[in-house]
């Protein structure tokens, strides 16, 4: 059996600076339910981080929302000083409760969860920083500044958006060099087909979280059972497969608790979709998507 390698998913350079695997690992279910304290299994969340690396898994999303802060204080338990491994995270949310989210764009908060971030990850630098959202209270002008000033302080290398529309990157291209986007994409949501499109144009980073998701595409007998079945592969494994094959700015981020699970998405690595398959699952993932 091959070793299990993300490194086989290809690479993208991060503003054309930073070089990094296109698999990565989204760090949110590392927490406890509903996104909030402690994980019920903290060495089994240990575990799984360290493994990453092992897995050639060489890139991180997080938040300073994620637990609050307890994301990224696994992250620093069981990686750091980071060899070789990039940690973006975001800011921008606040926290109240499990599965409790609102956006707090105000400057002064932005600036302090940045420089918060630093310290819960122990670096000097954050290597990707993101506008968890655009806060609809305050003008975006002001969060666009607050983003300019963390590069120009060197507080963070590189910056990104989350959750945004075409004329929202072209807003805040205005202000600083836009490097990702982080926006909800799988199968059978296509809601930011545009945005896909337009960071690959621009050779923008796309984040997709949820990657992972298929939907009724999913169902015994379904076309994603049967390329599954064909595959010796879970749905899910085909669905990353073909979000892989979707752009080569894809970064997707399955995230999970799991050391099991994570071997299991990154074997996804390992299957080559035929243009044929790709074609087949896009028309009926668009279908799935108009009808709902």
């Not at 060495?43 to 938040?63: C, H, M, Q, Y």
Request: glycine share 8%; aromatic share 6%; net charge negative.
């Amino acid at each position: 059996m091959p070793a299990l390698n993300a490194a086989k998913s290809g690479t993208f350079k991060i503003d054309g600076d930073i070089e990094v695997n296109r698999l990565g690992f989204g760090a949110m279910r590392i927490t406890g339910e509903g996104i909030w304290g402690d994980p019920a299994d903290h060495d089994e969340s240990i575990r799984t981080l360290k493994r990453l690396p092992e897995l050639g898994v060489n890139f991180i999303d997080t938040a300073d929302s994620y637990g609050p802060d307890v994301s990224e204080l696994l992250i620093r338990e069981a990686l750091h000083p980071y060899s070789k491994m990039i940690v973006a995270t975001k800011g921008g949310l606040t926290r109240h409760g499990p599965d409790i989210w609102l956006p707090l764009g105000r400057p002064e908060y932005l600036i302090q969860q940045a420089h918060k971030s630093l310290r819960n990850l122990g670096v000097e630098q954050i290597d990707l920083w993101q506008l968890h959202r655009i806060d609809p209270k305050v003008p975006a002008k002001e969060q666009f500044d607050t983003v300019k000033s963390l590069l120009d302080a060197k507080i963070i290398r590189h910056a990104g958006l989350s959750e945004v529309s075409v004329a929202d990157i072209e807003a805040a291209s205005k202000h600083f060099k836009v490097a990702t986007v982080q926006n909800r994409y799988n199968l059978v949501d296509r809601t930011s087909e545009d945005v896909l499109d337009y960071c690959e144009k621009h050779k923008i980073g796309f984040i997709p979280w949820y990657p992972l998701a298929a939907g009724d595409l999913a169902k015994p007998g379904s076309l994603l059972d049967t390329i599954a079945k064909k595959y010796n592969a879970a749905p899910s494994q085909i669905a990353l497969a073909w979000v892989l094959k979707r752009s080569p700015v894809m970064l997707p981020i399955p995230g999970t608790s799991k050391v099991k699970h994570l071997e299991e998405n990154v074997a996804a690595v390992d299957i080559a979709l035929s243009d044929e398959e790709f074609k087949a699952l896009d028309g009926e993932g668009k279908k799935l998507f108009r009808a709902a």
